[in-house]
């Protein structure tokens, strides 16, 4: 089983830049594919990104594309989220999920394990 806690949220003015941690427990961390989603006030989780279990392969929502980079670092149990350039519309309570089997979670209900999440919140 993995367990999964974010951390780096905040607040910060719209251009700026933040970066996202999901440290992950569990032996199965470095056999997980992971994604990051978000959800705010009001709306439905939605996904940001996805990285493979090697990390050879990310995949990012059409909002974030060119701005936000998902990575890992499996020695370290711990994959982030990068993001830059980033817009009222980013603010979010995001989630780190994890899934069992498969190459990427892209949906919500393709997550078997998610992380507390963290607020980041971009002001204008």
């Known amino acids: 089983q993995v367990q999964l806690v974010e951390s780096g949220g905040g607040l910060v003015q719209a251009g700026g830049s933040l970066r996202l941690s999901c440290a992950a427990s569990g032996r199965t961390f470095n056999s997980s594919p992971m994604g990051w989603f978000r959800q705010a006030p009001g709306k439905e989780r939605e996904f940001v990104a996805t990285?493979?279990?090697?990390?050879?392969?990310?995949y990012y929502a059409d909002s974030v594309k060119g701005r936000f980079t998902i990575s890992r670092d499996n020695a370290k149990n711990t994959v982030y989220l990068q993001m830059n350039s980033l817009k009222p519309e980013d603010t979010a309570v995001y989630y780190c999920?994890?899934?069992?089997?498969?190459?990427?979670?892209?949906?919500?209900?393709?997550?078997?394990?998610w992380g507390q999440g963290t607020q980041v919140t971009v002001s204008s």
């Open positions: 999920a994890a899934r069992r089997f498969g190459v990427v979670v892209r949906t919500p209900d393709e997550a078997d394990y």
């Open positions: 990285i493979t279990r090697s990390g050879g392969a990310t």
